[in-house]
């Protein structure tokens, strides 16, 4: 099982980045995905959710109307858009899959930084 971040990197506030999760080792489209973050000193936290099929989405109070996520089941792969990024969303984003209320797989993680 893998799943690979992607687009992470240094962007200025305000600014956008798309961040890519691919998977492979499992049956990608059985599985909730989730994007979570943790920065420094702070506990991880559930950034934003999508259910298997995509119908269904939540996001964090912090990033709603910000951050999108959406997944390519054809291509095994989660997505993470966010736009008007802030410094407060500087952080290394990891990508989950699990069940409706488990997780099961991580990725390795990746690092966004909003800094001027």
């Known amino acids: 099982v893998q799943l690979v971040e992607s687009g992470g990197g240094l962007v200025q506030p305000g600014g956008s980045l798309r961040l890519s999760c691919a998977a492979s080792g499992f049956t990608f489209s059985n599985y909730y995905m989730r994007w979570y973050r943790q920065a420094p000193g702070k506990e991880r936290e559930l950034v934003a959710l999508i259910s298997s099929v995509g119908g269904t989405t939540n996001y964090a109070d912090s990033v709603k109307g910000r951050f999108t996520i959406s997944r390519d089941n054809t291509k095994n792969t989660v997505y993470l858009q966010m736009n008007s990024l802030k410094p407060e969303d500087t952080a290394v984003y990891y990508c989950?899959?699990?069940?409706?209320?488990?997780?099961?797989?991580w990725g390795q993680g990746i690092q966004v930084t909003v800094s001027s």
């Open positions: 989950n899959a699990g069940g409706f209320t488990m997780s099961y797989y």
